[in-house]
């Protein structure tokens, strides 16, 4: 099956500081989403993103689908940026959603 | 507006005990649903997709079953859980041109 890798595995930065965060899938893929999990549990859908390039507000991702990768950027980042940051595709029938196995992100005040 | 509503948001249940998690989609008709766990750590898991009422895939061989008794309702059963059944259920559907949305889980703990 499809293989999701995302890195780096953690992260911590200094409020303010910017970052990206990588998503490399092994195999075509219909479409990718970007997820933040906050420290509640809730998946909260960022970015809907198959190519190109999208942005909300500090949040930023783009799709390189003929590349076979995405990146999240986070510009000036808050301490409510901190949580678990998903990657997923879109692969296969059924419109399946494939995880990877995320970066967890803490900001420093 | 669509909606998607999950309960409860914890449970304990001590092994052995049945399992009735319920899922159920508002604004939207006929939607693809969808049951995840979240183990320790982080990865999810997708465990079962309905396309339809009555219409169920398993993804993962397990102690669990789900069924769609109404358009707009899915549910996650067990008949005798598992220490291991411990995490975190997540239900999702998908809408056209925006992809998932999760509800907000229900963390089970099996003792």
């Known amino acids: 099956g499809i293989q999701v890798e995302q890195s780096p595995p953690d992260l911590i930065l200094q409020e303010g500081a910017n970052s990206t965060l990588r998503c490399n899938f092994s195999?075509?893929?219909?479409?990718l989403q970007w997820f933040h999990q906050n420290p509640w549990g809730q998946l909260i859908n960022l970015f809907y993103?198959?190519?190109g390039t999208k942005q909300n507000g500090r949040l930023s991702a783009t799709t390189v689908a003929t590349e076979r990768y995405s990146l999240l950027y986070i510009s000036s980042s808050q301490t409510t940026d901190s949580g678990v940051y998903f990657c997923?595709?879109?692969?296969?029938?059924?419109?399946?959603?494939?995880f990877g196995q995320g970066t967890e992100l803490s900001v420093k005040p | 507006s669509q909606t998607i509503h999950q309960w409860p948001a914890t449970l304990v249940q001590p092994v052995g005990s049945p399992l009735s998690l319920e899922c159920t989609v508002e604004?939207?008709?006929?939607?693809?649903l969808y049951w995840y766990r979240q183990a320790a750590g982080r990865g999810l898991q997708l465990l079962f997709y309905?396309?339809?009422?009555?219409?169920i895939s398993s993804e993962v061989p397990q102690n669990l079953s789900a069924s769609r008794p109404q358009d707009r309702q899915f549910i996650l059963s067990s008949k005798k859980l598992l220490l291991s059944d411990s995490g975190f259920y997540l239900c999702?559907?998908?809408?056209?041109?925006?992809?998932?949305?999760f509800g907000s889980g229900t963390r089970l703990t099996v003792v």
């Open positions: 999702a559907w998908i809408l056209q041109g925006y992809g998932y949305t």
């Open positions: 195999d075509s893929v219909n479409n």
């Open positions: 993103i198959p190519s």
């Open positions: 997923a595709v879109f692969y296969n029938q059924g419109g399946k959603l494939i």
């Open positions: 604004g939207t008709s006929n939607p693809n």
């Open positions: 309905s396309v339809g009422i009555g219409q």
